[in-house]
């Protein structure tokens, strides 16, 4: 079964808040959990991503696609980063998601289905 791994969190909060020591951690920890990831076959992709400062939001206004710096989504933590990962039961993914979520404090876990609902 396949499933995304959402990890929350702020990289502004995180450099006023961590040690570099943390940080230096924390990375060495992703390196090493996506290289077990990797090395077991259950690695299907995985991405960090930049700063919400960096992001765009697009809506429809008047039944047009615009694209705006915000406002986004309320939330103090935003998705940094995913690893969508195949494994043999939801309970390996939440041994998983028990690992990551010492690092961010919010780890969502998702089914990627193989296809639409069924109708």
Avoid at 4 to 24: D, Q, R
Avoid at 48 to 57: E, I, R
Avoid at 76 to 88: C, H, L, P
Avoid at 98 to 116: D, K
């Amino acid at each position: 079964m396949k499933y995304m791994i959402a990890m929350f969190g702020s990289a502004e909060e995180m450099g006023a808040t961590k040690t570099p020591e943390w940080i230096g951690e924390m990375i060495q920890f992703m390196i090493a959990i996506d290289g077990r990831l990797r090395d077991s076959g259950e690695m299907v992709y995985n991405e960090g991503l930049a700063d919400p400062s960096q992001a765009k939001v697009v809506r429809l206004e008047n039944g047009q696609p615009v694209a705006t710096d915000g406002p986004f989504a309320e939330a103090k933590e935003s998705v940094i980063g995913f690893w969508v990962v195949d494994v043999a039961s939801e309970q390996r993914a939440l041994d998983i998601c028990a690992e990551i979520v010492v690092w961010s404090e919010v780890v969502e876990l998702r089914p990627v289905p193989s296809g639409p609902p069924e109708q």
